[in-house]
């Protein structure tokens, strides 16, 4: 069973950065495609960013594109979601998942999750 812990949310205001951090308790964390997922209160739950293992093959939804940059170091067993520009409407519980297989939209899919870290961004 893997286990995923994050940290780095918190409070910031708009404009301002955040970087969140995912540690992975799993020997095969180089071949696990890893992602955040972000939810908001009355929103549907969406995939914000993923890197499959593959290195070269990432995901971001549009709203975040140019702003956020995920990134794993496999030798710590760390993923990373740098956010910049934040704006109030990235404000969400923030999780970080992983899945053995290729990049996914579908929630379900993803096999592993952390318990989530909430970000707020003021205006």
């Known amino acids: 069973q893997v286990q995923l812990a994050e940290s780095g949310g918190g409070l910031v205001q708009a404009g301002g950065s955040l970087r969140l951090s995912c540690a992975a308790s799993?020997?095969?964390?180089?071949?696990?495609?890893m992602g955040w997922f972000r939810e908001a209160p009355g929103k549907e739950r969406e995939l914000v960013a993923a890197?499959?293992?593959?290195?070269?093959?990432?995901y971001y939804t549009n709203s975040v594109k140019g702003r956020f940059t995920i990134s794993r170091d496999n030798a710590e067993n760390t993923v990373f979601l740098q956010m910049n520009s934040l704006r109030p409407e990235d404000t969400a519980v923030y999780y970080c998942?992983?899945?053995?297989?290729?990049?996914?939209?579908?929630?379900?899919?993803?096999?592993?999750w952390g318990q989530g870290t909430q970000v707020t961004v003021s205006s």
């Open positions: 998942v992983g899945r053995n297989g290729g990049i996914t939209k579908t929630s379900h899919e993803y096999d592993y």
């Open positions: 799993a020997r095969t964390f180089s071949t696990l495609t």
């Open positions: 890197l499959s293992w593959h290195f070269g093959n990432a």
